[in-house]
């Protein structure tokens, strides 16, 4: 897993609230045990309107998406992480995440930004102020968001989600860093020969 420390891009509006897992990533992509190539299907059904806000072309790059509350619920599906990861973004910022959604993003390096409701109204407000590409930077030392012209705002984040993505462990990671301790193991508690 890619190890996470800052992303700093173009973000990308969302202005939607209960985003569930089949709409980032319907069921007929589910089918792949790869975690590339599902950026084709990110937003499906809703990237076929050619008013979608990621069909726009300042919105081309963005690696920071933002939207309302709730964002990822619905199924468990881990393929909507990989999509989002493989379309290009790097981090969400929303009020609230569905909890499963936010673990299989921490598990896979990719970074669920809770923000107060007021924070995120500013960002959709700066996105829709702006000309240009509004550009945020998302610093995971210090927890913090911020744009170029002095707003910031503190994210909280549990030390363990932190320690692994700033790291890049994922759970296989986390495992083998315990080889030491699983061989002993196994060492010690032989499997008896079976036919």
């Known amino acids: 897993m890619q190890p996470f420390t800052t992303v700093e891009g173009i973000v990308a509006p969302l202005d939607r609230v209960n985003v569930d897992t089949d709409q980032i990533i319907p069921k007929q992509f589910l089918k792949a045990v790869v975690r590339t190539g599902l950026g084709q299907g990110l937003f499906f059904d809703w990237i076929k309107n050619p008013d979608f806000v990621l069909n726009q072309p300042r919105f081309k790059d963005a690696t920071i998406l933002v939207a309302r509350a709730n964002f990822g619920c619905g199924s468990s599906r881990e393929h909507a992480p990989w ?14 995440f569905a909890d499963i959604f936010r673990n299989n ?20 407000r700066a996105v829709a102020n702006h000309q240009q590409p509004y550009r945020l ?34 759970d296989i990671a986390l495992t083998l860093m315990q080889d030491q301790e699983i061989a002993a193991y196994e060492k010690s508690h032989p499997v008896p020969y079976r036919l």
Do not use: M, Y
């Open 105 to 124: 993003s921490f598990k896979n390096g990719f970074l669920p930004v809770i923000l107060k409701e007021a924070e995120v109204d500013h960002i959709f």
């Open 83 to 96: 999509a989002l990861i493989d379309f290009g973004f790097r981090a969400v910022i929303a009020p609230s």
């Open 137 to 170: 930077t998302i610093d995971l030392p210090s927890q913090t968001v911020a744009d170029n012209a002095g707003w910031s705002a503190h994210f909280e984040l549990g030390e363990f989600q932190k320690k692994c993505l700033l790291e890049g462990l994922d």
